[in-house]
Structures are given as structure tokens and as C-alpha cells.
């Protein structure tokens, strides 16, 4: 792949983050505080913790593509309500999108390895990126609806937003 296209492949997948970032944000913030605990099944993340993990995660991947390379993941404490989730969200997830808006063609194009299970171009991990928040966001959204609270409009109405 040449810099140029995946400049180029770059700038079309940050367009989508940003987009999905504001999806992403109001099905966060639609966990209510009391069902932070609330898990389907044993071998499933609570709540709060795959609120947590999608918050850190797109952190995580769009730090490893600005940076140009993977570092092992800090141990963050969870935050104790939705709110702190939010607010971690909010803090970290636009700065680092608009230093990726900025990656050079060749920074784009550098080749960065996640745990030698993917070894791709730093544009492709945006895809990644992306791909990994839509998965567990809509993980969460099935938890909100077990447990009662309003799923917000994902791509379109939600029975709870009409």
C-alpha cells in the first residue's frame, strides 16, 4: 500500500469515527448507574465493564495508530458510575481522533503489530478501531434493553426513541 492511499484510507475511516463516537457516547451514558453489575451470563462482562472496555478500547487503538506503535495497556481503575465512564470517553477520544485527522501519509502507512495477531498498516487499525466499538456497543445495547433501560437511536429510531 502505497503513504498515499492509506492517507487516504485513513481520512475516510476518521470521518466514521467521528460519526460513531457520538452513538458510541449516548449508548454509554444510557447505562443507568444501578445496573453497572448487571451481566447475562456468567462468562459475560458486567455492564459496567463493557462500558468500560469500549470507552478504553477505542483509547487504546487510536493511541496505538498516533503513537505508531502498540504499548502494553495501562491498568485503569473503572470508574464507580456511568458518569466517569462518560467523562473518560470524552476526555481522551476526541483529541486523540483529531491527532489521527493529522497522521501523515507515512505514519498512515507504517506497519504496527496488536499482540502478533495483526500486523497491518497504522489506517488499517482504524478500521479495527471501529469495527471492535460497533461490536460491543451493540453488546451493551442488548444489555440496556435486559435491563430495562431506553436503548438511544443507534442508525435510526430505537422503540425507545420514536
Known sequence: MSPEKAKMIADFLCTNLEREYSTTRRVLAALPDDQMNWQPH?????????????????????????????????????????????????????????????LTPEQAVKELNFRDIFVQPAAIFLNLCNGHSIHHRGQLSTYLRA????????????????
Request: hydrophobic residues 40%; contains cysteine.
Open 42 to 102: 456468567e462468562k459475560g462482562m458486567k455492564a459496567g465493564e463493557l462500558a468500560w472496555h469500549i470507552a478504553t478500547s477505542d483509547c487504546y487503538f487510536l493511541t496505538a495508530v498516533v503513537n505508531g506503535g502498540f504499548a502494553p495497556p495501562a491498568k485503569l481503575e473503572q470508574p464507580a458510575n456511568v458518569a466517569g465512564i462518560v467523562a473518560y470517553y470524552d476526555e481522551n477520544f476526541p483529541p486523540l481522533l483529531e491527532k489521527a485527522k493529522n
Open 147 to 162: 435491563t430495562g433501560a431506553k436503548v438511544p437511536k443507534i442508525y435510526g429510531r430505537s422503540a425507545d426513541e420514536q
